[in-house]
């Protein structure tokens, strides 16, 4: 079954303590993607990531660090989470890369985080 | 920059009715692509239905359609014959290729009651 993973789906944790949730894909797709949502806020993409090893900055990526050294995997790391980033986090990923691809984002089931 | 927005909260439609839901967009990318996502209370994104800027027709999913106007960067979602399990949180997003960032709004709680 095509499927977008995370772990955990729930994390409660505390100030500075360091966390990483995983995100996995098992339909060999290039993109990947972190979109965090907040009430009233709608999502907001945190990183993204176009192939293996090439990253960058979406819209909100303060206090967020991410890597893809695999092309199913794309973990995003809270090297000194804080209460502000309580939020639920998705993953999602897509195959195509490059104009004039119309394909679908696969979303991941989400993470409900929240920093004490 | 790209912005989404939609202004209804939340609404309130019984079994069977129809609603639609308002959506607004601002760009100045003549092509791109606008999509509703649904999330119920299981949190998970659903696509409801996409529609590509340059199609003038407008999308149709089963009971799900769209009206589409791009002079007025407007793109409102009909949910028609409501079912109660249509009861979630919608989310219009556009984005300039398909595949990539989306830009979502602030989403709208459609409430169906028996």
């Known amino acids: 079954e095509a499927q977008v993973t995370q772990n955990p789906r729930y994390l409660i944790t505390v100030t500075g303590k360091k966390l990483t949730v995983t995100c996995s894909q098992n339909?060999?797709?290039?993109?990947m993607s972190w979109y965090r949502q907040d009430p009233g806020l709608g999502l907001r993409q945190i990183y993204y990531?176009?192939?293996?090893?090439?990253?960058d900055k979406g819209d909100v990526p303060e206090g967020y660090k991410v890597s893809r050294k695999e092309k199913r995997n794309f973990p995003l790391i809270l090297e000194s989470p804080s209460p502000n980033q309580t939020s639920l986090y998705f993953c999602?990923?897509?195959?195509?890369?490059?104009?004039?691809?119309?394909?679908?984002?696969?979303f991941g089931p989400g993470t409900r985080l929240t920093v004490l | 920059a790209q912005t989404v927005t939609q202004s209804q909260p939340e609404m309130s439609v019984q079994e069977a009715e129809t609603v639609t839901l308002s959506c607004t967009y601002d760009t100045s990318e003549n092509n791109y692509y606008l999509f509703w996502y649904k999330q119920p209370p299981s949190r998970q994104m659903i696509l409801v239905i996409r529609q590509e800027a340059y199609k003038q027709q407008n999308a149709t999913e089963n009971r799900f359609s769209v009206n589409f106007q791009k002079a007025a960067k407007s793109f409102s979602l009909k949910i028609s014959d409501s079912q109660l399990g249509d009861t979630a949180m919608y989310f219009c997003a556009f984005a300039t290729d398909s595949w990539g960032k989306l830009q979502f709004g602030a989403g709208t709680q459609v409430v169906v009651t028996p």
């Open positions: 990531s176009m192939n293996v090893e090439v990253t």
């Open positions: 339909m060999n797709h290039e993109y």
């Open positions: 999602a990923s897509s195959a195509t890369v490059g104009r004039g691809g119309e394909d679908t984002q696969y």
